[in-house]
C-alpha cells in the first residue's frame, strides 16, 4: 500500500515540486533502483552485488517524486529503524530533496515504538546528518570502498 506524505515543497534552484512518498519494494523496485544504480553503482562505484540485498522486500522505502511521478531520490528504512540506501539522483541535489527524505523516514520510525534510530553514513555525508541530531558513534571503517562511521539518533521524547 503506498502512502503520501505532506511534504510537497518546491525545489529551489528548479522551482519544481516535489513530494516524498512512502512505498513497498515490490511496487517501486524499478524506480528505487534506477536511482541506486545512478548514485551507488556508476556514480560511487560500489560493486553490484554489495548493493542489491534480500532484505530491501522487508523494508519500508521513500521516494522522491517530481511531476509525472518521476523519481529522484530514495531512502529505505529497516525493520528496527537503521535508515539507509539514501540517494539523491545529482540534478537535484542542494534542493532540500535529502533533507525532505531524512525527516520522512524520522517521522515514519516515531510512531513505531523506537527510541533510536541508527545509520551508516559515508564520512563526507556525516555534517548534513548531523544536522537532523545524529550523533558518530563509531570509528571509521570500510563499506564497499567508501569510509563510514555509524551514526545515532535518540527520538525518545
Known amino acids: 500500500m503506498t502512502r503520501y506524505c505532506n511534504r510537497e515543497q518546491p ?24 536511482i541506486r544504480r545512478k548514485v551507488f553503482i556508476d556514480e560511487q562505484a560500489v560493486p553490484e552485488a554489495l548493493e542489491w540485498e534480500a532484505v530491501d522486500a522487508d523494508c519500508t522505502h521513500l521516494l522522491a517524486l517530481v511531476s509525472e511521478q518521476r523519481a ?7 525493520p528496527g529503524g537503521v535508515i539507509g540506501r539514501m540517494a539523491v539522483l545529482p540534478a537535484w541535489r542542494g534542493q532540500g ?11 515514519h520510525c516515531r510512531p513505531h ?24 558513534c563509531s570509528e571509521v571503517y570500510d ?13 525518545s521524547d
Open 72 to 78: 529522484v531520490g530514495c531512502a529505505r528504512v529497516l
Open 113 to 136: 515504538g523506537l527510541t533510536q534510530l541508527s545509520l551508516s553514513a559515508q564520512v563526507h555525508a556525516i555534517p548534513f546528518y548531523a544536522r537532523f541530531g545524529f550523533v558518530v
Open 11 to 34: 525545489a529551489r534552484a528548479s522551482g519544481r515540486p516535489y513530494r516524498i512518498q512512502i512505498v513497498r519494494w515490490a511496487e517501486a523496485q524499478p524506480a528505487l533502483e534506477a
Open 143 to 155: 563499506d564497499a570502498g567508501i569510509p563510514h562511521q555509524t551514526m545515532l539518533l535518540d527520538i
Open 97 to 107: 530533496v535529502g533533507s525532505a527524505l531524512l525527516q520522512a523516514a524520522i517521522s
